[in-house]
């Protein structure tokens, strides 16, 4: 029963270039939430998806970053042309269908290093 | 929002109980409470959570004052490997499903 499943775990990318982070639920979870920590700071909070619709994006940079979780397959956050701020540890999370009564997974996160 | 207050850091030592404190003074009757953890380096853990009773896993016990306007995490027994950033989290019942975190507590285990 693997857990959530986030790839890769370290990625680097020099300035300009698109990074693309995957996250596998857990099986039988429909809910991702997707976060942010920057160095020496706190969790927050970017988007939640359900299958093929954004819940909530009020947590996402209004440029240049991007979520989607289609029918089939992970899913995936995008960063177009990163800038050395966007390094930071990246954390998705899934949950059944309402995580405030079960609890919610966390994968071990996506490392981005822009250079 | 997290709507919660928890002190910075704690100190332990090793093999000996911990209670994590947490006040939520305005916490509904639907409100869920859950506590998470970060280890250096890693993702966050699922701990556990409540809505009214004491809760217990194998992991840690939950202890919700009858008030429900405060809760405790306890550890029965404190090893190196607890030492974490521990977040208390409230969520509405009508709001929003997403976890909002704090600054949570700090978790130090002495040897």
């Known amino acids: 029963n693997a857990g959530v499943m986030q790839n890769p775990r370290h990625l680097v990318r020099r300035r300009g270039q698109e990074a693309r982070l995957r996250c596998s639920p857990m099986?039988?979870?429909?809910?991702v939430y997707w976060y942010r920590q920057l160095p020496e700071e706190g969790l927050k909070f970017m988007v939640y998806?359900?299958?093929?619709?954004?819940?909530?994006e009020s947590g996402m940079p209004k440029e240049r970053f991007s979520a989607e979780f289609p029918k089939e397959g992970p899913s995936i956050l995008r960063i177009q042309q990163v800038v050395r701020g966007d390094s930071a540890a990246y954390f998705c999370a899934s949950s059944p269908l309402d995580g405030r009564a079960v609890g919610y997974t966390f994968g071990s996160g996506t490392r981005l290093t822009v250079v | 929002d997290a709507k919660t207050t928890q002190p910075n850091s704690m100190e332990s030592n090793e093999e000996e109980p911990v209670h994590l404190p947490c006040n939520h003074s305005?916490?509904?009757?639907?409100?869920?409470i859950h506590w998470y953890r970060q280890l250096p380096s890693q993702g966050p853990e699922y701990v556990i959570h409540g809505l009214t009773s004491n809760v217990n896993n194998r992991m840690a016990s939950l202890a919700i004052a009858e008030d429900r306007k405060s809760s405790t995490l306890i550890l029965h027994r404190a090893t190196l490997r607890d030492a974490a950033v521990y977040y208390c989290i409230r969520f509405s019942q009508g709001g929003s499903e997403k976890l909002v975190f704090g600054k949570g507590t700090k978790l130090t285990v002495n040897p």
């Open positions: 099986k039988g979870h429909s809910h």
């Open positions: 998806l359900q299958k093929e619709n954004i819940i909530d």
């Open positions: 305005t916490i509904s009757g639907t409100d869920y």
